[in-house]
C-alpha cells in the first residue's frame, strides 16, 4: 500500500495561488489513479480532483474547474494541485489519495490510501 505524504498548505489572500504535492513511497506510484479531497469542520470529504495513471486523463468538479489542476511525474512519485484565484471558501484540509484502479477514480470509496492532511487557508 502506498504511503502519501502531502505539503505545500498555507494562508494565502484572496486571488492568489498555491501549489500541494503530495509525494509517494512504498508501493507502485504509476499504477495508482490518484485524487485530491478537501474537508472543512463538520462537513464531508468533498472530492477536488482526479488523474489517471498516466497523467492522460484528468477530472475537476465545476467548483474548481479553470482555477485548479491537477498533474503528475511518475518519475518523481508525486501528484500536483495547483491552485489559481484562490476564494476564501476553498478554505480546507487537503488530502491526496491513491487509488489502485485501472480507471478514473473519483469516489472515496475506491481510494484506499490517503495522506494525513495539508491546512490550507484563504483570507478575505
Known amino acids: 500500500q502506498v504511503q502519501l505524504v502531502e505539503s505545500g498548505g498555507g494562508l494565502v489572500q484572496t486571488g492568489g495561488s498555491l501549489r500541494l504535492s503530495c509525494a509517494a513511497s512504498?508501493?507502485?506510484?504509476?499504477?495508482?489513479?490518484m485524487g485530491w479531497f478537501r474537508q472543512t469542520p463538520g462537513k464531508e470529504r468533498e472530492f477536488v480532483a482526479a488523474?489517471?495513471?498516466?497523467?492522460?486523463?484528468?477530472y475537476l468538479p465545476d467548483s474548481v474547474k479553470g482555477r485548479f489542476t491537477i498533474s503528475r511525474d511518475n518519475a518523481k512519485n508525486t501528484v500536483y494541485l495547483q491552485m489559481n484565484r484562490l476564494k476564501p471558501e476553498d478554505t480546507a484540509v487537503y488530502y491526496c489519495?491513491?487509488?489502485?484502479?485501472?480507471?478514473?477514480?473519483?469516489?472515496?470509496?475506491?481510494?484506499?490510501?490517503w495522506g494525513q492532511g495539508t491546512q490550507v487557508t484563504v483570507s478575505s
Open positions: 512504498g508501493g507502485t506510484f504509476s499504477r495508482s489513479s
Open positions: 488523474i489517471s495513471r498516466s497523467g492522460i486523463s484528468t
Open positions: 489519495a491513491a487509488a489502485q484502479s485501472t480507471r478514473l477514480a473519483t469516489m472515496i470509496r475506491d481510494f484506499g490510501s
